[in-house]
């Protein structure tokens, strides 16, 4: 019998899933969690999905076949892809609809051909063909600790590669600093690292710490500081080849420290010093992954193994209770129609969701209507890569004011000829409104014009322009969830359970999506058992 | 006509080669220089490396064929290798000698059925084969910089994708510090950040750095600080989600921030705080490149160019002066013999090279005999990726004590079932010198005991260890120079010319066996005028 590779063998998937059975019938859920365990079937990450992959599988190995409900998905994003993926390889009978033409939702990826449309706009991509000219619209990058999503990746045999979210040759930039001048992150971080530890090392040295700091081991705190700021014997900072090295030195000759920035100049700036920080957060930190070739490799693997049981450019209109399930009502531009099903797992963003008629609960309803939504938006060009050849920038994010906020260089296909440079990314405020008002046309003036400040010849190399504003987007009218996720419907409202990443704390991570799908499957098993 | 694609065309060279030589015989130099940073054919990155490419390129320009000599390239490493490839672009008659039977010198790239020989040992790597399956015994990272290297492998099509050197995920361990349990290095540099924040912001509030720090300024300092450290509102550092969430939170639940680590087990550890701003430095930081399948793929690339007239397996007895140039006298294994050139660049390295007769100045031996070497060591394991499945990482370095010092993570093929993981990298000094000493199954021995200390089940999965000590490997005899750069050896002596990396700051690096090429090549070209 062949070694079971860890490649998603449907094989030892059974075969796990008959003893897990065997035990569940006499120990119980703790007995097949602690086997679970033992056999390494558990991911680290986020314990509450551990909970849940944990109450579906174990569940779910413990219904005989014919116990085993009609469920029908609705949407195709993430979430509901996840779902159906997992309804398949525990033998449930299942559906999928989703409104769009291909799986993925917000996780569209727009390559030679793709086509976005707003209300009220299309624009078809005009990016030469290849494998890395593309553009991820939606979501970009990929946590380490994602561990669910990525668990994903390695079953059905994604490529992943290191998304570059920490780039010190990126630039910051804001016309209200260093004269306008951008500056490599390097010098920016390099000059607060250097102000903060000689400021510190001064209070140290005049004896203002003395209750924090015992005199043993004061020695030992300076030396610290010295090399967190790079700080001169005199801890001062004059500079620091962390910052960079001054044209005309380096190689055949000793690599001179670039200058010192002003710390005033940042620390009074409103928007930089927090700018320099941004990585260090819990889902930005490194390592930052990506497919290869595309976010949306991911959809459709998740797709390819559900393709049978899904139904694209389905447009939900009705999703009704019955005295036994629910009735799912639809319409594709020639027909309608209508599916029952036992259960209903919606994933249906509640933009969109609350204006679908159906018999949800009022609570359900109000909870619904109640989240709210950011609106960012995106523009991408292509563009050869003068970015690597002229400013050393592989990959990563350069910053500026609001108007464009980042510039993001890709991460794959470093050192090609042609590269997508995405020219702004928004999050969402009064920006990206005014940004999503604009036509297709004037977002590409405002981003070449804005993106000029950090790259002067930009104009002169980007183009193709195409952009997406994600609250103008039907079927999505948003880009996530800004409001705290509802318990109410992180629980079963009769027959019907709903998913997506606003039903967690990752708002707007695929990771959210993953985890919200299988607390939906979890409290499934439930409800049947 | 077709555009020009940046593809390293030689037809694009040389009609550019020619328009410059028409410059140039008008002009002279610097109207050359201004109508090649016109053309962008000038690079940025180390202003001595520009200005040699330019002396070379403009200096190899102006001359007429038949006044091209021939040059005899000692040593196929990574200079002699560009030293050789720019000769042939530049049209001169020349041949290449290389001791070993395959190009890269130290970039050597080891997989399945390579050979590491060391004085009194010999092994085999019994990896699996597989694109991912590699092992970089020497050089492993490029930094985004190093742009006289990288614009090679531009030139020669080789994929690059990004080298993980700072994955917060990785750990932090030593055996005299949080009572020996590993730390992912999040935890640590978060505590670090929190630490120096709290305490810098105490010593504000107190007034002791009113005089750096003007009232009116003071809020707006105060709040950076918070957000640098991501401290409380009272200026506390109490944890922070930046060092990951605490287990059972997170997902479906808001994530608990990891509380704190005693700052002052951090600061008074003879290495951890050090190891946290390893990455900071000018070498090191983001964003680090590798190219895709192993380092030695820039060797070959570049190797594939001058073949014809690459000669490998001939040890070089004596470099030797003529009446008009140098000879060269070499053996194989079956046969000894001679050639004659105009010039000889020598690459070879200084602790191989002094130990063959030749007719260099007396001041010139008495350089290369000076120059010291670090004597660094490696060793890998072929594994199923546990550290990507259970621990999070992908990519990245975990450091522990200078026993083993460094664990590196592939950074290619993230996802994938099995990785080449570096299960020690030592830099030198005496823990280097013990691990050289050791057979190669004691050092496998000694790697996976102290291994296991930061993955407790690593002997569980990593087989297959193949170690190698550059000390002692026939033609290297050592990992990199440690002294400083000699001028006596970056200077043309008669018609013998000097490169690698030693001649340059960037000791260890391609990037500066690149510079101390085209600084080779520059002289050469002032030799022949």
Redesign the interface.
């Known amino acids: 019998m062949p070694q079971n ?3 998603g063998s449907s094989e030892g998937s059974q075969s796990r899933r008959e003893f897990l059975q065997r035990i569940g019938a006499v120990g119980g859920v703790s007995a097949v969690y602690q086997a679970m365990v033992t056999m390494g079937l558990l ?7 551990i909970e ?1 992959r944990q109450r579906w599988q174990v569940g779910a190995s413990q219904l005989a076949q014919e116990d085993k409900p009609l469920v029908a998905v609705l949407g195709g994003g993430i979430a509901g892809l996840c779902i159906a993926y997992e309804l398949k390889k525990a033998g449930f009978p299942f559906f999928l609809v989703e409104a769009q033409g291909r799986p993925g939702g917000r996780s569209h990826t727009v390559r030679n051909g793709s086509v976005i449309s707003e209300v009220g706009s299309d624009q078809t991509c005009l990016f030469d063909a290849g494998e890395e000219l593309y553009f991820n619209a939606g979501p970009a990058r990929i946590s ?2 994602h ?1 669910n999503l ?1 668990a994903y ?2 079953e059905l ?8 979210n ?4 990126a630039y910051i930039h804001s016309a209200s600093a260093f004269a306008g001048q951008p500056k490599p992150a ?1 010098q920016v ?2 000059s ?2 250097g102000a ?2 000689e ?2 090392a ?3 040295n ?1 004896g ?2 003395d209750t ?2 015992g005199f043993g ?1 004061r020695a ?2 300076l030396q ?2 010295r ?2 700021g ?1 700080l001169s014997l005199s801890y001062q900072y004059n500079g620091s ?2 910052a ?2 001054a ?9 001179a420290a670039e200058p010192a920035l002003d710390w ?1 100049e940042i ?2 700036h409103p928007d930089i ?2 700018i320099a ?1 941004f990585v ?3 889902n930005q ?3 930052m ?1 990506q497919p290869r070739g595309g976010m949306d490799r991911i959809a459709y693997a998740l797709a390819n193994q559900v393709q049978e049981s899904a139904y694209y450019g389905v447009e939900v209109t009705a999703i009704r209770r019955t005295a036994s399930g629910v009735r799912i009502e639809g319409r594709t531009p020639e027909v309608s129609g209508a599916a029952e099903a036992d259960y209903a797992i919606v994933t249906i963003p509640p933009s969109v969701r609350r204006n679908i008629p159906n018999d949800f609960s009022s609570a359900a309803r109000s909870a619904i209507g109640a989240v709210q939504y950011a609106n960012p938006t995106k523009i991408a060009f292509q563009s ?1 890569r003068f970015w ?9 994010i350069s910053w500026t004011d609001p108007d464009i906020l980042q510039m993001w260089y890709p ?2 296909g ?2 090609q ?1 042609q590269g997508i440079l995405v020219g702004s990314y928004l999050f969402g405020g009064s920006n990206a409104s005014q940004f999503t008002n604009l036509t297709p046309q004037a977002r590409i003036d405002l981003a070449l014009n804005a993106g000029a400040e950090i790259h002067p010849s930009l104009a002169a190399h980007a183009s193709r322009g195409i952009s997406i504003a994600w609250s103008n987007v039907p079927y999505t009218l948003g880009g996530w969830a800004i409001s705290s ?1 509802s318990s109410i419907l ?1 629980a079963p409202d009769g027959p019907f359970l709903f998913a997506g990443d606003h ?4 708002r707007g991570w695929q990771e ?1 999506a993953v ?2 799908g299988l ?1 939906a499957l979890a409290n499934l098993t439930e409800l049947i058992a």
Do not use: W
């Not at 991911?43 to 999905?49: E, K, S, T, V, Y």
């Not at 044209?247 to 690599?255: A, D, K, Q, R, Y």
């Not at 690597?388 to 990563?396: A, L, T, V």
């Open positions: 590779t860890g490649k991911l680290p990450g986020d314990a509450g999905a849940s380490h600790h561990s990525l990746c390695r045999e994604v490529a992943l590669e290191p998304f570059v920490d780039n010190r040759a390097k971080i390099a607060m690292r903060i530890a400021l510190l001064k209070a140290i005049a203002a710490l924090d700091i081991e030992a705190v610290v500081l090399d967190y790079d080849t962390r960079g090295i044209p005309g030195t380096g190689g055949l000759s000793p690599g005033h620390f009074n010093p927090f920080n260090e957060g819990y930190s490194a390592t992954l050869d690597e050849r002229e400013d050393e920038i592989y990959g990563g991460s794959g470093l050192g000829a996720p992180q039903l967690t704390y990752l959210g985890v919200s607390n």
